[in-house]
């Protein structure tokens, strides 16, 4: 069957945009449908809509759209093939693209950036520089306005998705016995725990992550079980630093170290653990504690 093109509507739905944008794209820089025949409705080939595709990722990361539209043009574009990324000058323009992709739903662009930064930098700096940055702009906004909780349920899934991608890479670890990873007590919030483990698999350490709202119980039961070299409980609420975890894990020889992640947490309450403040804190304990 011979392709018939897409319609202007059909393309505005694909690509998340108003089709007086697609017109307004086409009248200004010649971003229309590249074929017309006599009496039919103008219509769009799979490679128009791939370089309108360019156009609107270039423009939602912040390039300015006479330049994108220059882009799109020039460069070899298909359907089957990755959507190119833009080039930053810093971090905050990377943190602004990154929000803005966001309001407009794209999660392909999102992952796609955040991958490349941590292949570059690294997971420590991708999560302080970026993540945290965009995290916090997502979660103000929420807060303020009361819009935008889906944006934020979808930015915190790509992140895990991509840090659980990052500690399965973990192949040989450099220890025998995981490190346990979980948010303490009713906490909820994990993310940072992902972070770490991703962060402590890019130096080879392996985990095992309970994960939310872990008991104090099912804590203790998996230390018995498995004799982790160290134990990392996250509290992001103080409501949720539950203190009871620093007497009542079981005794072993060795005995694990206990270290308190998040804001939750009160030094001044705190007896045989050690708390850390940042993600890069909490890797170099962990690897002082089981041996680089």
Same mark, same amino acid.
């Given at each position: ?94 943190? =602004? ?5 966001? %309001?407009?739903?794209?999660? +392909?662009?999102?992952? &796609? !950036?955040?991958?490349?930064?941590? $292949? ?114 996250? =509290? ?5 630093? %539950?203190?009871?975890?620093? +007497?009542?894990?079981? &005794? !072993?020889?060795?005995?694990?170290? $206990? ?34």
């Amino acid at each position: 069957m011979a392709h018939q093109g897409i319609t202007v509507s059909e393309v505005a739905h694909r690509l998340g945009v108003a089709p007086a944008t697609l017109r307004t794209w086409d009248r200004r820089y010649g971003l229309g449908p590249s074929t017309h025949e006599a009496g039919e409705h103008r219509r769009y080939s799979d490679e128009d809509l791939a370089r309108l595709a360019v156009m609107r990722r270039l423009v939602v990361s912040g390039v300015p759209a006479a330049h994108a539209a220059t882009v799109a043009k020039s460069a070899p574009v298909s359907l089957d093939n990755p959507l190119p990324l833009p080039k930053f000058q810093d971090r905050e323009d990377v943190v =602004a693209s990154i929000v803005r992709a966001l %309001d407009g739903i794209d999660s +392909t662009f999102v992952e &796609a !950036l955040i991958r490349r930064e941590i $292949l570059s930098s690294g997971v420590i700096a991708t999560w302080n520089e970026i993540l945290v940055p965009a995290l916090v702009i997502v979660g103000k906004r929420w807060e303020s306005t009361g819009t935008g909780i889906e944006v934020e349920h979808l930015f915190t899934e790509i992140v895990k998705r991509i840090m659980r991608d990052c500690v399965n890479e973990v192949e040989s670890p450099k220890n025998a016995k995981p490190v346990l990873l979980a948010s303490i007590g009713d906490e909820h919030h994990c993310l940072a725990i992902h972070a770490l483990a991703a962060a402590l698999a890019e130096e080879n350490v392996a985990t095992h992550f309970l994960g939310a709202r872990t008991p104090v119980e099912a804590l203790s039961d998996m230390v018995r079980k498995t004799h982790p070299p160290v134990v990392f409980l996250w =509290a992001q609420l103080k409501k949720n630093a %539950d203190y009871s975890a620093m +007497t009542a894990l079981p &005794a !072993l020889r060795p005995a694990p170290r $206990l270290i308190l992640g998040g804001p939750g947490w009160e030094p001044a309450r705190v007896t045989g653990a050690t708390v850390v403040t940042n993600l890069h804190e909490a890797c170099e304990l962990v690897g002082s504690t089981i041996g680089n």
